[in-house]
């Protein structure tokens, strides 16, 4: 059958060729005689931009790249298996428009790394910001979103491969964004909102395609907050580091170490981490939550040593977690930026501030170092490598805002 397949497509595509010299109604007719899913198959192949552009062969193709179910699945499928590229926000240009980077198409090639300016339509609301500061705060699903630095009340989701912008606007004031986020049930993207008053905590969903807030009965009694980093998302469910209790604001939450958020059932939960007790709030701000081959872990820097510790959750319905690695950031043998953390430690004592795990695709960790760039830690092989950023004026990425990125087509409203 597979066989009959090929030979049939062969065919097919072979009398296409003098169909080009006859004009554009015989290549559509052509085309037309291909089934969907192949065609589907074929243009899901395609690097991005050769593939918007194949949105202008013909009304089908269009209709297919741009509202086929299947192919908008396919698609981000293909894009969650390779590696996930890099996007930097330059900080010192936000109040000028935005300048995005991607880093990372060639993340395995040993020669320099590649980066790539995002196109950005100067109509768009993000560039035209000139006496308010939007910071790239989240990425989801190819999604970013923005946020207003001074209102606090104005969100800006964007896809740069679509160039679909949608603005978001509450008035849920005082509170926390605390995610953006792609329900796989629904096939929809959301943000979830905690709104604080005293002691009480309530929290709220925005539903993209319904343009409303709507409040979540289970946090009724949920007084948690997260600490506002990227959830890892990990089966059907957020997950972050917890900042503080509302109503025990002394007590180092290490009983509720880690904040859950079902997004099927919208329901918000705590687990303990793993690992000691901690005998100050202060070590939960140098813990991160990531994911690696479909697992929870739980990162853990000591500051006192300049050690990650990583632990992995196993068994998730159980909560077996397993200590899995220990990286000495201060090895000379392995990392180039030992003597740094001698240096800035006589300085500040925020090192944690400093120093951000982002992301563990294919083995390998993604750190950044402020005032030092971004490096690649082979967690199996204890191999780094350092990614050059985009240079500017006033030094080498020093000023640079990175996050993991994935390229997609979903739309967002």
């Known amino acids: 059958m597979a066989l009959e397949c090929f030979t049939w497509t062969t065919e097919l595509l072979g009398s296409l060729f003098p169909a080009i010299w006859k004009g554009e109604e015989e290549i559509t007719e052509t085309f037309e005689r291909l089934p969907d899913c192949l065609i589907i198959d074929i243009l899901s192949r395609l690097p991005t931009y050769s593939l918007l552009r194949c949105r202008w062969v013909c009304r089908h193709w269009r209709a297919l790249v741009s509202s086929h179910d299947y192919f908008i699945t396919l698609y981000d499928d293909l894009s969650r298996a390779s590696r996930p590229l890099i996007l930097l926000q330059d900080y010192l240009t936000i109040k000028h428009g935005q300048d995005l980077y991607v880093v990372g198409e060639n993340l395995n090639n040993k020669k320099k790394v590649a980066f790539k300016q995002l196109y950005l339509r100067p109509e768009l609301m993000i560039n035209k910001y000139w006496d308010h500061q939007l910071v790239l705060t989240y990425s989801c699903q190819g999604v970013l979103l923005f946020g207003d630095l001074k209102w606090q009340s104005t969100y800006y989701a964007f896809n740069p491969i679509t160039q679909e912008e949608v603005a978001v606007q ?231 805002t990175p996050m993991p990125y994935m390229k997609s087509f979903l739309a967002i409203a």
């Open 170 to 400: 509450h008035t849920l004031h005082p509170g926390y964004l605390c995610a953006l986020y792609f329900c796989p049930y629904t096939r929809q993207f959301r943000l979830l909102y905690a709104q604080v008053r005293g002691s009480c905590c309530q929290y709220f969903v925005y539903i993209f395609r319904k343009w409303t807030w709507r409040k979540i009965r289970s946090s009724s009694s949920f007084n948690f907050l997260s600490s506002g980093d990227t959830p890892a998302v990990v089966s059907g469910a957020l997950h972050w580091i917890m900042d503080h209790d509302l109503e025990k604001k002394d007590i180092p939450p290490c009983a509720n170490g880690i904040m859950v958020f079902r997004m099927d059932k919208e329901e918000l939960s705590t687990i303990p981490h793993p690992g000691s007790m901690c005998n100050s709030k202060r070590r939960h701000r140098t813990m991160t939550l990531l994911v690696k081959d479909d697992s929870l872990c739980f990162c853990n820097l000591l500051i006192s040593n300049y050690v990650v510790d990583i632990w992995i959750l196993k068994v998730y319905e159980m909560r077996i977690w397993i200590k899995r690695y220990n990286i000495d950031l201060c090895d000379e043998r392995i990392f180039p930026f030992s003597l740094y953390f001698m240096e800035i430690s006589s300085l500040t004592s925020d090192i944690c501030g400093r120093i951000k795990l982002l992301n563990i695709q294919e083995g390998e960790l993604l750190l950044h170092l402020l005032g030092q760039g971004l490096f690649l830690y082979n967690l199996d092989h204890r191999t780094v490598k350092r990614i050059e950023l985009p240079p500017r004026q006033s030094g080498w990425g020093l000023w640079y």
